[in-house]
């Protein structure tokens, strides 16, 4: 796996954010990332949507913001094939959580399907 300093930087200012909403380092940290596109900087106060919308854009087609929306509990509109708003999807769902491969509850009895799958 790969990962990029951008992504780095914003996990170090989410988690500087969780840990004190009002760490100036958390709002200087994720204008690392804006002044590097030439884009408008971020001020105070920070929220934590402003940091998942920087996420959002940042790393784009990277695969997170599934994980980002799940992570936060955060409800996700889902979309048809021509982009038509078809309903949202609220958290906490069983959509949220993937299936559990066939060969895992295969070799262990243990092992409990997720619900919906």
Known sequence: PLIRIEEIVL???EALFEINNADPVALTQLNLI???????????PLSKDDILNERR???MFEGFRFDDL????TDID???SNQNFIRTLSYPNNLFAYPIPNDETNANSNMV????Y
Do not use: I, M
């Open 34 to 44: 804006t002044s590097n596109r030439g884009a408008t900087a971020y001020t105070s």
């Open 113 to 116: 399907q997720n619900n919906g």
């Open 78 to 80: 889902v979309l048809g």
């Open 11 to 13: 996990n170090y200012a």
């Open 70 to 73: 799940t992570r936060t509990g």
């Open 57 to 59: 854009k940042e790393l």
